[in-house]
């Protein structure tokens, strides 16, 4: 019978003298351990930062619309409206042309791809729509509060100055 030691191995063809090189039961037991206890530290982490994410993005959309639908208005001086629907968690930009065809819809959904949040609250004086004159002007303020998961951006639309900001 011939002994190999680890000194005839023959690096550039691992099987051509019968020594193979392996991981050890113990090795990768360290390994997957290592693994698992990084997966846990970091899976909550990255939760937390997509819901920030798609809140923070969401939440743009939402200012872009508004100033959107203020310059429309302005544009063809004659009024649009932004409606909110909480419990659909989407809006409306009412008289809005939607790819150039003024009889499709422009609904906006945020309880879909990309943003995955609903709107908590939209709160407009009383109601869910606010309706900006042929001048741009909107006829009130309010607020839309954005959630996913455990965080929330906060909306404010301010009636004088027509300007919309995140909190």
């Keep these: ?31 997957l351990s290592i693994v698992t206890i990084l997966s846990a530290v970091i899976m909550p982490w990255y939760a937390g930062a997509l819901a920030r994410y798609r809140n923070d993005a969401a939440a743009r959309r939402v200012v872009a619309d508004l100033e959107r639908v203020s ?54 004086e009383g109601g869910d729509t606010v309706v900006f004159d042929g001048y741009g002007n909107p006829d009130k303020g309010g607020s839309v509060v954005i959630g996913f998961g455990s965080t929330q951006k906060i909306i404010v639309f301010d009636k004088l100055s027509a300007k919309a900001t995140i909190h």
């Design 1 to 31: 019978m011939v002994m190999i030691s680890p000194h005839d191995y023959d690096h550039r063809n691992p099987g051509a003298n019968g020594w193979c090189p392996a991981f050890s039961l113990l090795e990768i037991i360290v390994v």
């Design 71 to 124: 310059k429309e208005a302005m544009n063809t001086s004659t009024s649009h409206a932004l409606t909110f629907d909480v419990s659909g968690d989407n809006y409306r930009l009412v008289n809005i042309k939607r790819f150039g065809q003024k009889n499709l819809a422009n609904i906006v959904e945020l309880s879909g791809e990309p943003y995955y949040t609903t709107i908590v609250t939209a709160e407009f």
